[in-house]
């Protein structure tokens, strides 16, 4: 299988403190990758590394087969990202925002209008087409979001908790799309607080100060930590924790 993540010792440091701690791990073409962590474990700092907007102390990363440390521009070419935020842009109309990340993402001029169709026609919006974002629903702007994150075909898509406040069948029809995405061959490495969610990744990586502790499938994990469900197991390794969230 085609390694579209590589991960070797990785590490950040700010001054005397170490949030990222030689962690190394490598993901595969069309997997989703579940990156865990309570809140100061170093996840984020880890996956702002990943998308090539800080430059580790140490070790070695390659995403979508760029080197993270001396070729940041194209891995943010080659990857796809939403948050919890979404940054849809609330005052332009939903083909206006579809517009503007294609050309973020550098989708040529010609192909724009049709994907933009086309992506209006999966996402059953065809008739919100000239709705600014802002009046639609929750769960619609998330689909929204997600749909721009990966209307270039990235190689590789960063999903920062985008479940964030939304229901719990709004979250199930967005896992829906993580699903066709993968099935597509775009590999999703997806942080989230929701254990649930969880269950659903190919395999799940959960970090502890700064370490990956754990890193093996939802069903494997269970087994080795003897939990009935990951939310078990995560709590396990949370309480190993020694340093505060920061």
């Not at 990951?230 to 920061?246: G, T």
Request: charged share 30%.
């Amino acid at each position: 299988m085609e390694k579209v993540i590589v991960v070797e010792n990785l590490t950040k440091k700010f001054g005397n403190f170490t949030a990222v701690d030689h962690i190394s791990f490598e993901v595969e073409r069309g997997e989703i990758f579940g990156f865990l962590g309570a809140n100061g474990a170093g996840k984020t700092t880890a996956m702002r590394m990943l998308c090539g907007l800080s430059i580790p102390t140490s070790g070695k990363g390659f995403v979508a087969g760029f080197d993270i440390h001396t070729q940041s521009e194209q891995v943010k070419k080659n990857i796809g990202y939403m948050s919890q935020k979404f940054a849809l842009s609330e005052d332009l109309k939903v083909w206006e925002n579809i517009r503007l990340f294609a050309g973020i993402y550098g989708v040529p001029e010609k192909k724009i209008a049709l994907k933009t169709d086309e992506l209006l026609k999966r996402l059953g919006f065809e008739s919100e087409r000239d709705t600014l974002v802002k009046s639609l629903p929750l769960g619609w702007k998330q689909k929204l979001a997600f749909s721009v994150a990966i209307f270039h075909e990235p190689k590789v898509v960063f999903l920062d908790e985008p479940t964030g406040g939304v229901d719990p069948a709004t979250r199930r029809q967005f896992w829906e799309l993580i699903y066709q995405a993968a099935d597509r061959g775009i590999t999703v490495f997806v942080t989230t607080h929701y254990m649930d969610e969880a269950e659903y990744c190919d395999r799940v990586s959960i970090m502890v100060d700064g370490r990956i502790d754990a890193l093996d499938s939802p069903k494997n994990l269970k087994n080795e930590f003897n939990a009935n469900n990951m939310d078990e197991v995560f709590h396990q390794l949370a309480r190993k924790a020694k340093r505060v969230d920061r």
